[in-house]
């Protein structure tokens, strides 16, 4: 499975960007896929993820009524949309996907659920 990030750029504090990540490869069957980021000098951070089968969505409390997760599924792109733009989004942005049931909610937050990543979209906000 590759995922390819794209979308990431400059924009200014209150603007608004919109992430892609296409999944390729010989079968994709992914059961969630994911956004992280990685801002300069910190850890890996959840930002928002779904699970294939279901409706549910997940978002961190940080971009909670900002972003938004969404999919295509004939074309096996995620996207992530990002509204009301803030200096501290600033980071890298990266896609992951999942083959393994996640059976717990708090699973779909954690870096080491995910078996699949993205090279990761640089997102800038200039306040």
């Known amino acids: 499975v590759q995922l390819q990030a794209s979308g990431g750029g400059l924009v200014q504090a209150g603007g608004s960007l919109r992430l892609s990540c296409a999944a390729s490869g010989r079968t994709f069957s992914a059961h969630a896929m994911a956004w992280f980021r990685q801002a300069p000098g910190k850890g890996r951070e959840f930002v928002a993820a779904f699970s294939w089968s279901g409706a549910t969505t997940y978002c961190s409390n940080s971009v909670k009524g900002r972003f938004t997760i969404s999919r295509d599924n004939a074309k096996s792109t995620v996207y992530l949309q990002m509204n009301a733009l803030k200096s501290e989004d600033t980071a890298v942005y990266y896609c992951?996907?999942?083959?393994?049931?996640?059976?717990?909610?708090?699973?779909?937050?954690?870096?080491?659920?995910?078996?699949?990543w993205g090279q990761g979209t640089l997102v800038t906000v200039s306040s």
């Open positions: 992951a996907a999942t083959k393994w049931t996640l059976s717990y909610s708090q699973d779909y937050y954690k870096n080491n659920s995910y078996n699949y």
